[in-house]
């Protein structure tokens, strides 16, 4: 099954770091780990990806295992601004090029103050 | 940049009626794609186009159309609308990145119900 495996829920308090866990222990060597974010009535808003190597932006930090088969999102300060539904995504290539994003549930955020 | 543009964003169809959801983006990508999403489920994908002229299916395509004749637009159509089309429709677009690592955007949604 390419889908990936998440908590279904997580609270966590303003200012505190969250860490996000996803499982993905059928990726295949070439497939990349993305995560979006979801707020209510909007599109998925991309956070971050990588493959091998932890990864750093300005919105978050993904590590990932040395045997790739799970990674985790970390938000280092939640805000109420976070509180999304948080979706880990393998992502490949598709036949003539262009990707595939695999969803599954997600993980819904809450952040209280 | 308007970036991804969904149009209409609320449509009732009557079952056996027809419709295009249309999307156009502005940022010259040349990959887009169109998924739903059903409540409680993530997205699954309908169709995907790599650049114009080209289509292919995704995920759950029945019922759907496509197609891409210009690299902006890329029209999702409703052939003959049933109640099991209800959902949020999501169009998504990226450049074509070999490497995989093309960041998809994607639209506000749009919202149909068939009665």
């Known amino acids: 099954d390419a889908k990936t495996t998440q908590p279904n829920s997580m609270e966590s308090n303003e200012e505190e770091p969250v860490h996000l866990p996803c499982n993905h222990s059928?990726?295949?060597?070439?497939?990349?780990i993305h995560w979006y974010r979801q707020l209510p009535s909007q599109g998925p808003e991309y956070v971050i990806h990588?493959?091998?190597s932890n990864v750093n932006n300005r919105m978050a930090s993904l590590a990932i295992a040395e045997d790739r088969k799970s990674s985790t999102l970390i938000l280092h300060r939640a805000t109420l601004r976070d509180a999304a539904v948080y979706y880990c995504?393998?992502?490949?290539?598709?036949?003539?090029?262009?990707?595939?994003?695999?969803f599954g549930t997600g993980t819904q955020l809450k952040v209280e103050l | 940049n308007a970036g991804v543009t969904q149009t209409p964003k609320f449509q009732v169809l009557k079952t056996g009626q027809s419709m295009t959801l249309q999307c156009a983006q502005d940022?010259?990508?040349?990959?887009m794609s169109w998924y739903r999403q059903d409540p409680g489920m993530g997205l699954r994908l309908i169709h995907y186009?790599?650049?114009?002229?080209?289509?292919d299916q995704g995920e759950v395509p029945n019922g759907y159309n496509v197609s891409r004749s210009t690299t902006e637009d890329f029209p999702l159509r409703l052939l003959s609308a049933a109640p099991s089309q209800t959902s949020v429709y999501f169009c998504?677009?990226?450049?074509?990145?070999?490497?995989?690592?093309?960041?998809?955007?994607f639209g506000e949604g749009s919202r149909l119900t068939v009665l």
């Open positions: 186009s790599v650049g114009a002229g080209i289509t």
């Open positions: 940022m010259n990508h040349e990959y």
């Open positions: 059928t990726i295949s060597g070439t497939d990349y």
């Open positions: 995504i393998r992502v490949y290539i598709l036949t003539g090029g262009g990707n595939k994003l695999t």
């Open positions: 990588g493959l091998t």
């Open positions: 998504a677009s990226s450049k074509r990145d070999r490497l995989n690592t093309g960041e998809l955007f």
